[in-house]
């Protein structure tokens, strides 16, 4: 096939180091030369430009994956699909769902909306690697175009990945719980860990900070654009879910306060009985 992206990022740069050995052609399209120029030196792509218009073989294009930031996804789908054959699809995989795929879809006939549940602390071309959706959970959400779906379904497979069907709404509640909360849940124990008022404590639990602050903390130590972005655009799930976080939390105060420490066991328990049906 013929495949565009747009964003040569940490998901669009490893999109393209999965597809190309597949036997497809990929181009890519960013906003920086130097980003250009490092896709097609790393091979995440065969040819990559600033502007969509000088890609050879553009008219060809059987699927696009928009792989820019959330708030550059629908501007970006604007600007290329009227350069493109009616007949190419487009598909996305930015972390909200509802605020996109209908205004995509008023875009752009053959939208299909994805999010592979794939990362790392890194971003940008550099951070691109092979395999990074293999064994992932990815979201497509359901079109009336089913041959769009079966494809974009196909080409989540095609690199590893699972793929589960949802519609934006369910895919944004379910986000809210086990990733933005958990974006913000993490930074809110640095930021608690940075009101420390003695430097020689402070001091002592940097460097006495370990395997479990490395697991607790690193979603919240990351790139905080991304961070803003869940916040902005599933803003009414992601408050319902830090509400119920915040509840949560005031029990386990409360336990604490009174020194009921079976209420506090209790409380961990179910959390220990829950952590199985999340991750292995
Ligand atoms: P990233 O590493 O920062 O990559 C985004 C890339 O898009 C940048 O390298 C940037 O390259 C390019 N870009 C920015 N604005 C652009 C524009 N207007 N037009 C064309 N290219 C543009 O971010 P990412 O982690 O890959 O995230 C990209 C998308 O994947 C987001 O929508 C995010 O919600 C989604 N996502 C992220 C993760 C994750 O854990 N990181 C997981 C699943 C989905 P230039 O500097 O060269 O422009």
């Known amino acids: 096939m013929n495949i565009g992206i747009a964003g040569l990022g940490l998901i669009g740069g490893s999109l393209g180091l999965d ?140 690199v590893g990945a699972i793929v589960y069907e949802c519609s934006p709404e369910a895919h944004d509640r379910a986000v809210a719980w086990i990733s933005h909360l958990p974006v913000m849940v993490s930074a809110g124990l640095l ?5 420390e008022v003695d430097g020689e404590v402070a001091q002592l639990a940097q460097n006495l900070a370990s395997s479990g602050f490395r697991d607790t903390s690193r979603v919240g130590g990351g790139n905080p654009e991304l961070g803003r972005l869940m916040a902005e655009y599933n803003q009414p799930a992601l408050l319902k879910t830090l509400h ?13 306060e009174s020194g009921n420490w079976d209420a506090v066991q209790a409380l961990l328990a179910k959390a220990q009985t829950a952590r199985p049906l999340y991750v292995e």
């Open 191 to 195: 930021l608690a860990c940075e009101q």
């Open 19 to 158: 597809l190309r050995p597949l036997g497809h052609y990929v181009w890519g399209i960013s906003r920086s030369p130097d980003t250009c120029l490092q896709a097609v030196a790393m091979g995440a792509v065969d040819v990559a430009c600033l502007d969509s218009e000088m890609i050879p073989y553009l008219d060809k294009t059987d699927v696009v994956i928009v792989c820019t930031p959330i708030a550059s996804i629908l501007p970006t789908i604007a600007t290329i699909a009227p350069r493109l054959q009616s007949s190419t699809i487009f598909t996305d995989v930015g972390s909200v769902k509802s605020a996109i795929v209908e205004p995509a879809t008023q875009l752009c006939d053959r939208f299909v909306g994805s999010h592979p549940m794939a990362g790392t602390a890194f971003s940008g071309i550099n951070a691109a690697k092979r395999n990074l959706f293999h064994q992932r959970p990815c979201v497509v959400t359901p079109s009336q175009d089913l041959e769009a779906m079966a494809m974009v379904r196909s080409l989540w497979e095609s």
């Open 244 to 256: 119920t976080y915040q509840d949560i939390l005031g029990s386990l105060i409360s336990a604490i």
